[in-house]
Every structure is written in structure tokens, then in C-alpha cells.
T-cell receptor, first 112, second 117 residues
Framework: GNSVTQMEGPVTLSEEAFLTINCTYTATGYPSLFWYVQYPGEGLQLLLKATKADDKGSNKGFEATYRKETTSFHLEKGSVQVSDSAVYFCALRYSSASKIIFGSGTRLSIRP | EAGVAQSPRYKIIEKRQSVAFWCNPISGHATLYWYQQILGQGPKLLIQFQNNGVVDDSQLPKDRFSAERLKGVDSTLKIQPAKLEDSAVYLC???????????????FGPGTRLLVL
């Protein structure tokens, strides 16, 4: 079946470090891919998305590229800030009418 | 624009009791989703409504969970009777149309955290 696997956390980095959170997916066809973020005490927010192979989603300094050949959608940021501390979820969806399938989440903590 | 509203934010009950959660989606959003997020896992869809009709309830434990969306706006999710394994955060989300618009975003509420003792 369709699923998303992302690296386990927690991930702890120092401010201004480079961030990579790995995400791979298993799916038939060509889903859209997403990264959602959940800040402490808040609801899930869409961070970025990509709808077809080789698309790059970007937002707030974060980037992820839809790699069909490796079925991956790794999240990267060149220089993290304390305010980036949150839980990050990789997800996929086949159409706007269908449910989102989420990974298990990766907790990120940034030290000042 | 107001976001998705949920209440209560927290609820503690004993097993075999019943509980209800309420969701008010963003105004004008036709599609409404309820997700269950167990600690350490990603959210899992329980039920999806399009206006007041059910689109997908394949993962809803129908022997104890029920949901309705009267008049195609607000929605309630009920658990009766609750089990220990129902302890989770229950998230409500909404989207504008949910049909044929591939770029559409789902907006999530803050969730209701349920603890069953």
C-alpha cells in the first residue's frame, strides 16, 4: 500500500547548522508530496509541496525536491534557527479529493 | 480569515465513557476531514465529508466512532464507549472544494487532545 517513511527523531542541531530530514515514499502512480510542520501548541501547517517529478518546493528557507527515481522528498535548510524547532511531517496525496497519508514525524530541536 | 476551530482543546475521560468533539471549518470550505494522531505517529484519516455527505470513512471504527456534518458546515465526532487506545489528538481539517483542484491545501485546526484513563 501507499506509505511514507521518514527519519526518526529527535534531531538536535545548533543554530545556523545545515538540516536534512530524509523522507521516502511507496506509492503507485504519481502522488503529490508535502512537508507539514507542527509548532508547539499549534496545528499542522503546510510548509511546502511538489506535485510532479523534479519539482522543487520551497518556503521559509526550506526546500525539497520530488525525486521519482529514488522515491524521495528530503527536506533541507541551509541555516536553521531556534524558531524552526517543531515536528516535521512528510506526506503524500493523490488528488485534492483524497486523504493525506502522513509519515510518523521528525522532531527537530535547535540549540541557540 | 479565521482558521479551523476545534473544541474542547483537552479532554480527560475514563474508559467506557462517551466524548464528543466539535469542529468549525473555514467559512465556505466544502470538504471537512477528521484525523486521529496517536503519540509518536502521523495523523491518520478517520472520515472525510464533502458538504454533508461522507466521501471516505474506511478507517473509522464504526462500532464506537460516529461523525456527522449537519447542514454541511460544523461537524461533531463522537466516541462511545471510549477505550484506552483512543487516547490521541483529534485533528479537524478543511479545504475549499476538494474535487479536481490538485493544488488545494488542507487547513488544520489546533486539535483536541484526548486522554482515556
Amino acid at each position: 500500500g501507499n506509505s511514507v517513511t521518514q527519519m526518526e527523531g529527535p534531531v538536535t542541531l545548533s543554530e545556523e547548522a545545515f538540516l536534512t530530514i530524509n523522507c521516502t515514499y511507496t506509492a503507485t502512480g504519481y502522488p503529490s508530496l508535502f512537508w507539514y510542520v507542527q509548532y508547539p501548541g499549534e496545528g499542522l501547517q503546510l510548509l511546502l509541496k511538489a506535485t510532479k517529478a523534479d519539482d522543487k518546493g520551497s518556503n521559509k528557507g526550506f526546500e525539497a525536491t520530488y525525486r521519482k527515481e529514488t522515491t524521495s522528498f528530503h527536506l533541507e535548510k541551509g541555516s536553521v534557527q531556534v524558531s524552526d524547532s517543531a515536528v516535521y511531517f512528510c506526506a503524500l496525496r493523490y488528488s485534492s479529493a483524497s486523504k493525506i497519508i502522513f509519515g510518523s514525524g521528525t522532531r527537530l530541536s535547535i540549540r541557540p | 480569515e479565521a482558521g479551523v476551530a476545534q473544541s474542547p482543546r483537552y479532554k480527560i475521560i475514563e474508559k467506557r465513557q462517551s466524548v464528543a468533539f466539535w469542529c468549525n471549518p473555514i467559512s465556505g470550505h466544502a470538504t471537512l476531514y477528521w484525523y486521529q494522531q496517536i503519540l509518536g505517529q502521523g495523523p491518520k484519516l478517520l472520515i472525510q465529508f464533502q458538504n454533508n455527505g461522507v466521501v471516505d470513512d474506511s478507517q473509522l471504527p464504526k462500532d464506537r466512532f460516529s461523525a456527522e456534518r449537519l447542514k454541511g458546515v460544523d461537524s461533531t465526532l463522537k466516541i462511545q464507549p471510549a477505550k484506552l487506545e483512543d487516547s490521541a489528538v483529534y485533528l479537524c481539517a478543511s479545504s475549499l472544494v476538494g474535487q479536481g483542484r490538485f493544488e488545494e491545501t488542507q487547513y488544520f485546526g489546533p486539535g483536541t487532545r484526548l486522554l482515556v484513563l
